[in-house]
């Protein structure tokens, strides 16, 4: 693939969103450490990544997934974490790549499953920083405008829709029921973790459905869960919680669909045999 | 899979709005009254940071020599002792014993020197966008005796910051060094440790 066709595949849209937020955050917050562990975790995950191709002898191709999920870790995780715990992040999340797979493709979202481990095993804290989570309001824009391009680039608004909708009901409800900590989801950080996540997260399309009314439950689950967990126990890892269960719905509907063709073309070809 | 209408996709992005406007507002009344809150910290704070970085790092020989006068002497004559003693924080064991001895033999000469903070448990809260934390710091002789985490309403674990108020009694005053990866507990309990300086702190 030439460097012209990559820049209009969704992969290189996402890593140039995740490139420009990785740069505004950093002069946002004066500070040049997130661009050092943005590094350690692109390095990290392209070794890992080639590694693991390797053992698996695939073909050569761009680890544009790798640095993606890479730039990912490094714009949520604090840039107060050190860089091991970084590295870390993004070897669990490449290694749960090529590990948990179906029909060659990751079941769970790496980025999210490496983060919700690394939570898990190294205790490390999200500031979602790279989504611009304690910086004025209005650089939420960066988050739409990004978001909208990829979104409509994939063709998967039903599902970031279903997401924020139903996220953002059941959040009223809890005001109204004065359950959880509505007020807070309402506003940054967590407003702009929700919108990275949405767009950036939720929609990988090896690991989230294709068809409408797919995308429409995997949203509507994804954004269920994650919030009554977040009703429920509060914390940040809510959303990847929710995620992995909606990437579990997605793994058993593909899981069903390609049963149901298996048994097809095989009572084909015993039909054809008898004729 | 057809691509999503555009006017759909206008009128989708407005319902959200919506709905997300609905839940913002409805929980501004909350949202102010904490950022009333904080603003209330904030000015306290800024007044406590300096007192207390400078004035409460008692040398702990002073301690023990006060604990040890108040034993012999009277309930009347243990205040002036241990205000004397106190005064003279700065100077050898052997000076401020000897003024015990003096102050034993005259008792009738009263000295009233204002501590910095009065004795007793005070709470104090620090908050930011990432929640907020409650500690009860514990005073007694213008020395931190204890410090506790008694309300923890941050979106992280508590376990990250459990080394903390060690921190506080071992250094004897807020400053305490930053958590890898725990930033935000720690800039909430340090505030809260300063709010509870204030609460504290003699008129």
Known sequence: MTFKKWLKTPKAYVAFAMIVYLLIASIGYKNALGIKNGLVAVIASVIVDIFMNMIKKRKWTIPDGAIITGLIISLILSTATSLAVIAGTAVIAILSKHIIVYKKKPIFNPAAFGLLLSVLIFQTGQSWWGAFGDLPAWTILFLLIGGYLLTNRINKFVQVFTFLGTSFLLLVLMAHFNIGDAMDAFRPPFINATLFFGFFMLTDPPTSPGKNGDQLIFGLLTAAIGTIIYALFGGLIYLFIGLCFGNLYSYLKKRSTSKVALSRSSMKKTQRSLS | ?203
């Open chain 2, 1 to 203: 899979m057809a691509k999503m209408n555009k006017k759909w996709v206008v009128l989708c992005s407005t319902a959200i709005a919506a709905v997300y406007a609905t839940g913002y507002y409805s929980t501004e009344a909350q949202a102010n009254k904490i950022d009333m809150q904080q603003n209330a910290q904030i000015h306290s704070q800024s007044s406590t940071v300096a007192m207390n970085t400078t004035q409460l790092k008692l040398p702990q020989t002073n301690t023990k020599i006060t604990t040890k006068t108040i034993t012999k002497t009277t309930p009347k004559t243990t205040t002036n002792i241990k205000t004397k003693t106190v005064q003279s924080r700065n100077s050898s064991p052997n000076i401020s014993q000897s003024k015990t001895k003096q102050s034993i033999t005259a008792p009738a000469k009263t000295v009233q020197i204002k501590r910095i903070y009065k004795n007793g448990t005070f709470t104090g809260m620090g908050e930011n966008r990432r929640g907020s934390i409650q500690v009860a710091v514990k005073i007694e002789n213008d020395r931190i005796m204890d410090v506790e985490i008694s309300d923890f309403g941050m979106h992280y674990s508590e376990s990250d910051i459990v080394g903390l108020p060690g921190e506080v009694l071992k250094r004897q005053n807020a400053q305490v060094s930053n958590v890898s990866g725990a930033t935000y507990s720690t800039q909430a309990f340090q505030d809260a440790v300063l709010n509870a300086l204030y609460q504290a702190k003699n008129a």
